[in-house]
Protein backbone atom coordinates (compact mmCIF):
# COMPACT_ATOMS: atom_id res chain seq x y z
CA UNK A 1 0.00 0.00 0.00
CA UNK A 2 0.93 3.63 -0.16
CA UNK A 3 -0.25 6.42 2.39
CA UNK A 4 -0.88 9.61 2.11
CA UNK A 5 -0.57 11.11 4.81
CA UNK A 6 -2.22 15.28 5.42
CA UNK A 7 0.62 17.18 6.99
CA UNK A 8 -0.04 17.65 10.76
CA UNK A 9 0.08 21.68 10.32
CA UNK A 10 -2.91 21.65 7.88
CA UNK A 11 -5.29 19.56 10.46
CA UNK A 12 -5.97 23.00 11.42
CA UNK A 13 -7.63 24.21 8.38
CA UNK A 14 -11.26 22.96 8.40
CA UNK A 15 -11.42 23.17 4.62
CA UNK A 16 -8.51 20.71 4.13
CA UNK A 17 -9.33 17.98 6.74
CA UNK A 18 -12.91 18.35 4.87
CA UNK A 19 -11.60 17.88 1.28
CA UNK A 20 -8.96 14.89 2.54
CA UNK A 21 -12.39 12.74 3.77
CA UNK A 22 -13.99 13.49 1.26
CA UNK A 23 -11.18 11.96 -1.01
CA UNK A 24 -11.11 9.24 1.64
CA UNK A 25 -14.56 8.21 1.02
CA UNK A 26 -14.98 8.90 -2.91
CA UNK A 27 -11.44 6.99 -3.14
CA UNK A 28 -13.25 4.13 -1.13
CA UNK A 29 -16.09 3.46 -3.38
CA UNK A 30 -14.26 3.13 -6.20
CA UNK A 31 -13.17 -0.39 -7.47
CA UNK A 32 -11.76 -0.58 -11.11
CA UNK A 33 -8.27 -1.50 -12.49
CA UNK A 34 -7.37 2.09 -13.32
CA UNK A 35 -8.48 4.04 -10.19
CA UNK A 36 -6.48 4.07 -7.40
CA UNK A 37 -8.32 1.79 -4.87
CA UNK A 38 -8.46 3.25 -0.95
CA UNK A 39 -8.14 0.68 1.72
CA UNK A 40 -8.57 2.25 4.88
CA UNK A 41 -8.35 5.79 6.58
CA UNK A 42 -8.06 6.84 9.97
CA UNK A 43 -6.19 9.14 12.26
CA UNK A 44 -3.04 8.31 14.06
CA UNK A 45 -1.17 10.41 16.89
CA UNK A 46 -3.26 13.23 15.20
CA UNK A 47 -2.37 12.27 11.70
CA UNK A 48 -4.71 11.43 9.05
CA UNK A 49 -3.80 8.88 6.50
CA UNK A 50 -5.33 7.37 3.84
CA UNK A 51 -4.01 3.97 2.88
CA UNK A 52 -4.29 2.94 -0.74
CA UNK A 53 -3.25 0.98 -3.65
CA UNK A 54 0.62 1.12 -4.41
CA UNK A 55 1.64 1.83 -7.97
CA UNK A 56 5.09 1.45 -8.93
CA UNK A 57 5.33 3.80 -11.33
CA UNK A 58 5.25 7.40 -12.07
CA UNK A 59 2.98 10.08 -12.51
CA UNK A 60 2.86 11.33 -16.14
CA UNK A 61 3.41 14.97 -14.92
CA UNK A 62 7.02 13.39 -14.11
CA UNK A 63 7.22 10.97 -16.90
CA UNK A 64 6.83 14.06 -19.19
CA UNK A 65 9.83 16.04 -17.51
CA UNK A 66 12.03 13.17 -17.90
CA UNK A 67 11.34 11.47 -21.40
CA UNK A 68 9.79 14.23 -22.93
CA UNK A 69 6.57 13.75 -24.95
CA UNK A 70 4.78 10.48 -25.84
CA UNK A 71 3.96 8.87 -28.96
CA UNK A 72 0.58 9.24 -30.10
CA UNK A 73 -0.17 5.33 -29.56
CA UNK A 74 1.38 5.62 -25.43
CA UNK A 75 -0.72 8.38 -25.31
CA UNK A 76 -3.83 6.85 -26.64
CA UNK A 77 -3.53 3.59 -24.85
CA UNK A 78 -3.61 5.93 -21.56
CA UNK A 79 -6.27 8.06 -22.97
CA UNK A 80 -8.38 4.92 -23.54
CA UNK A 81 -7.43 3.42 -19.87
CA UNK A 82 -8.57 6.69 -18.07
CA UNK A 83 -11.30 6.57 -20.56
CA UNK A 84 -12.93 3.54 -18.84
CA UNK A 85 -11.92 4.70 -15.07
CA UNK A 86 -13.94 7.64 -15.98
CA UNK A 87 -16.89 5.86 -17.21
CA UNK A 88 -16.91 3.37 -14.66
CA UNK A 89 -17.31 6.17 -11.78
CA UNK A 90 -19.42 8.07 -14.31
CA UNK A 91 -21.76 5.00 -15.09
CA UNK A 92 -21.75 3.72 -11.98
CA UNK A 93 -21.77 6.30 -9.42
CA UNK A 94 -22.09 9.48 -11.26
CA UNK A 95 -18.65 10.81 -10.13
CA UNK A 96 -17.02 13.59 -11.35
CA UNK A 97 -13.23 13.62 -11.11
CA UNK A 98 -13.16 17.37 -11.89
CA UNK A 99 -9.07 17.62 -12.31
CA UNK A 100 -8.01 15.12 -14.46
CA UNK A 101 -4.12 15.91 -15.28
CA UNK A 102 -1.07 14.11 -16.04
CA UNK A 103 0.40 14.61 -12.55
CA UNK A 104 -3.19 12.75 -11.32
CA UNK A 105 -2.46 9.91 -13.41
CA UNK A 106 -0.10 7.44 -12.45
CA UNK A 107 1.71 4.63 -14.76
CA UNK A 108 3.05 1.55 -13.79
CA UNK A 109 6.08 -0.92 -15.27
CA UNK A 110 3.77 -2.95 -17.42
CA UNK A 111 1.97 -0.04 -18.85
CA UNK A 112 -1.52 0.24 -16.63
CA UNK A 113 -2.61 4.04 -16.20
CA UNK A 114 -4.71 4.53 -12.91
CA UNK A 115 -6.73 7.63 -12.17
CA UNK A 116 -5.57 8.88 -8.77
CA UNK A 117 -6.33 12.43 -6.02
CA UNK A 118 -10.59 12.07 -5.77
CA UNK A 119 -9.78 15.25 -3.77
CA UNK A 120 -12.18 17.58 -5.63
CA UNK A 121 -14.64 14.59 -6.63
CA UNK A 122 -17.98 15.14 -6.50
CA UNK A 123 -21.14 12.76 -6.58
CA UNK A 124 -23.80 13.99 -8.89
CA UNK A 125 -26.24 11.96 -7.10
CA UNK A 126 -25.83 13.14 -3.54
CA UNK A 127 -26.67 16.54 -2.08
CA UNK A 128 -24.36 19.26 -2.90
CA UNK A 129 -21.24 19.32 -1.25
CA UNK A 130 -20.44 22.01 1.18
CA UNK A 131 -16.61 22.00 -0.12
CA UNK A 132 -17.79 24.28 -3.10
CA UNK A 133 -20.35 26.62 -3.50
CA UNK A 134 -21.85 28.48 -6.73
CA UNK A 135 -19.59 29.85 -8.80
CA UNK A 136 -16.26 28.39 -7.12
CA UNK A 137 -14.26 27.28 -9.11
CA UNK A 138 -12.01 24.17 -8.57
CA UNK A 139 -9.66 22.35 -10.70
CA UNK A 140 -6.29 23.00 -12.57
CA UNK A 141 -6.85 26.12 -14.97
CA UNK A 142 -4.27 24.37 -17.84
CA UNK A 143 -7.03 21.18 -18.15
CA UNK A 144 -10.48 22.55 -16.94
CA UNK A 145 -13.63 22.83 -19.37
CA UNK A 146 -15.49 25.90 -20.04
CA UNK A 147 -18.21 24.58 -18.23
CA UNK A 148 -16.28 23.85 -15.12
CA UNK A 149 -14.80 27.01 -15.38
CA UNK A 150 -18.02 28.48 -15.06
CA UNK A 151 -19.46 27.26 -12.37
CA UNK A 152 -22.25 25.84 -13.94
CA UNK A 153 -23.70 22.17 -13.55
CA UNK A 154 -21.20 19.66 -15.26
CA UNK A 155 -21.37 16.01 -16.22
CA UNK A 156 -19.31 13.68 -17.79
CA UNK A 157 -18.19 15.79 -20.61
CA UNK A 158 -15.89 18.03 -17.99
CA UNK A 159 -14.03 15.02 -17.49
CA UNK A 160 -13.69 14.08 -21.20
CA UNK A 161 -12.71 17.98 -21.83
CA UNK A 162 -10.17 17.43 -19.00
CA UNK A 163 -8.83 14.33 -20.37
CA UNK A 164 -8.32 15.73 -23.84
CA UNK A 165 -6.32 18.44 -22.41
CA UNK A 166 -4.33 15.63 -21.17
CA UNK A 167 -3.70 13.78 -24.01
CA UNK A 168 -3.21 16.70 -25.56
CA UNK A 169 -0.12 17.75 -23.58
CA UNK A 170 1.37 14.30 -23.89
CA UNK A 171 1.76 14.24 -27.41
CA UNK A 172 2.91 18.14 -27.36
CA UNK A 173 4.64 18.96 -24.61
CA UNK A 174 2.54 21.81 -23.71
CA UNK A 175 -0.75 22.74 -22.71
CA UNK A 176 -3.60 23.21 -25.06
CA UNK A 177 -3.88 27.29 -24.02
CA UNK A 178 -0.72 29.00 -22.56
CA UNK A 179 -0.33 32.32 -20.58
CA UNK A 180 1.05 34.36 -17.49
CA UNK A 181 -1.56 33.16 -15.07
CA UNK A 182 -4.31 31.54 -14.39
CA UNK A 183 -7.14 34.33 -15.61
CA UNK A 184 -5.13 34.35 -18.79
CA UNK A 185 -5.16 30.43 -19.34
CA UNK A 186 -9.22 30.42 -18.16
CA UNK A 187 -9.83 32.88 -21.07
CA UNK A 188 -8.63 31.32 -23.42
CA UNK A 189 -10.31 27.78 -22.57
CA UNK A 190 -13.47 30.13 -22.64
Not at 53 to 67: P, R
Not at 73 to 94: M, V
Not at 115 to 142: F, K, R, Y
Not at 184 to 189: R, T
Amino acid sequence: VALKVLPHALTREARIIARFRREVRMSARLEHPNIVTAFEAGEDFGHLFLAMTYVEGENLGALLKQDGVMDEKAALQIGRQITEALRYAWDEHQMLHRDVKPTNIMVDAGGRARLMDLGISICLNEAQSTLTSAGMVVGTPHYMSPEQIRGEELDWRADAYSLGATLYHLVTGGTPFKGTGSVEVISQHL
